[in-house]
């Protein structure tokens, strides 16, 4: 069983910048695949970025975000520079045991609760 609990969404213009973070419980952390989804409005969720011996990003946020683990303290991040107000939405941190599918939300088997990312323009 794994916990997540994501941490350091907000309000912030566009062009600027915010990084999350998603402290995990358990103590095979390092297993996991760990990745980023991410739900506007009205939409459907998804797939921003992943890491675990690789890692992937979505089209819409390439070249603008990060995504790094320190497995020593439990933790995904997610640095996200010259955001846009199309980033505005929901973020999600995921835990999957299988490294196949990663960009499909129902491959992953553990999810965060969310943290709101606004951008204004």
């Known amino acids: 069983q794994v916990q997540l609990v994501e941490s350091g969404g907000g309000l912030v213009q566009a062009g600027g910048s915010l990084r999350l973070s998603c402290a995990a419980s358990g103590r095979t952390f390092s297993s996991y695949v760990m990745a980023w989804f991410r739900q506007a409005p009205g939409k459907e969720r998804e797939f921003v970025a992943n890491v675990w011996s690789s890692i992937y990003y979505a089209d819409s946020v390439k070249g603008r975000f990060t995504i790094s683990r320190d497995n020593a303290k439990s933790t995904v991040y997610l640095q996200m520079n010259s955001l846009k107000p199309e980033d505005t939405a929901v973020y999600y941190c995921?835990?999957?045991?299988?490294?196949?599918?990663?960009?499909?939300?129902?491959?992953?088997?553990?999810w965060g609760q969310g943290t709101q990312v606004t951008v204004s323009s």
């Open positions: 995921a835990a999957s045991q299988r490294p196949l599918g990663v960009r499909a939300s129902i491959n992953y088997d553990y």
